[in-house]
Structures are given as structure tokens and as C-alpha cells.
Nanobody, 126 residues
Framework: VQLQASGGGLVHSGDSLRLSCAAS????????MGWFRRTARIDREFVAA?????????SYADSVKGRATISRDNAKNTLYLQMNRLKPEDTAVYYC???????????????????WGHGTLVTVSS
């Protein structure tokens, strides 16, 4: 299984960014997906999750609610995270992860995720 995150970079406060995660080696539409981030203080902080359907049920951390949109395209085996109005505190390494939910659920618990990709670094300057 490979989860390849991309789209990170150096941006200014208030800018937008879209992260992508290309999945292979798994039946993508059978997995709930999530985005997590690693900051200087928190190893795996929940950011957003989506269940296995394109256009499915989503969940967001309070810190990004209203500024982030998680989505997926099951036809392309790709997960996305659109981040708007970025803040310096959003600076982190962002990881995508796959959770074999065995159903239409999702999880905010990093420990429940089965597969992880390499992260992509997002740096937001003030």
C-alpha cells in the first residue's frame, strides 16, 4: 500500500493550499481516509476525515473547521484537503492515512488507521 501526499509548500498567512494524497495497493473506496499533522508539540493531530464514499460524511478538528475541506475522488484513488485562510499555527507535516472502517464510518483516532503515507510539509509564514 502506498499513500503519496503532495501539495505542501511555503505560503503566507491567509493563503490557500490544496493537498493531495494518491493511493495505490488498496481498494480505495473501501477505506475511510483522514488527514493528520505533526507539529512541534503534537505528534499526530487529527485534522479531517471522510468516510468511504465520494462526497461522503466528513469530520473536522475545531482548529480547522470552516477553513478546511476534505474530499475524495474514488475514481482517481485520490484524497484531497483544501485549506483556506492559512495561519502560522497550521505549519506542520501533513499526513494522509487509510482506515479499514468495515463500514460507512470514519475515525478521528490516529491509532485506528492502518496505513500512512509520507508527509508533506506546509509552512505558513506570518
Amino acid at each position: 500500500v502506498q499513500l503519496q501526499a503532495s501539495g505542501g509548500g511555503l505560503v503566507h498567512s491567509g493563503d490557500s493550499l490544496r493537498l493531495s494524497c494518491a493511493a495505490s495497493g488498496l481498494i480505495f473506496n473501501r477505506y475511510a481516509m483522514g488527514w493528520f499533522r505533526r507539529t512541534a508539540r503534537i505528534d499526530r493531530e487529527f485534522v479531517a476525515a471522510i468516510n468511504w464514499w465520494t462526497g461522503g460524511t466528513t469530520s473536522y478538528a475545531d482548529s480547522v473547521k470552516g477553513r478546511a475541506t476534505i474530499s475524495r475522488d474514488n475514481a482517481k484513488n485520490t484524497l484531497y484537503l483544501q485549506m483556506n485562510r492559512l495561519k502560522p499555527e497550521d505549519t506542520a507535516v501533513y499526513y494522509c492515512a487509510a482506515f479499514d472502517s468495515q463500514g460507512p464510518g470514519y475515525s478521528e483516532d490516529a491509532g485506528e488507521y492502518h496505513y500512512w503515507g509520507h508527509g508533506t510539509l506546509v509552512t505558513v509564514s506570518s
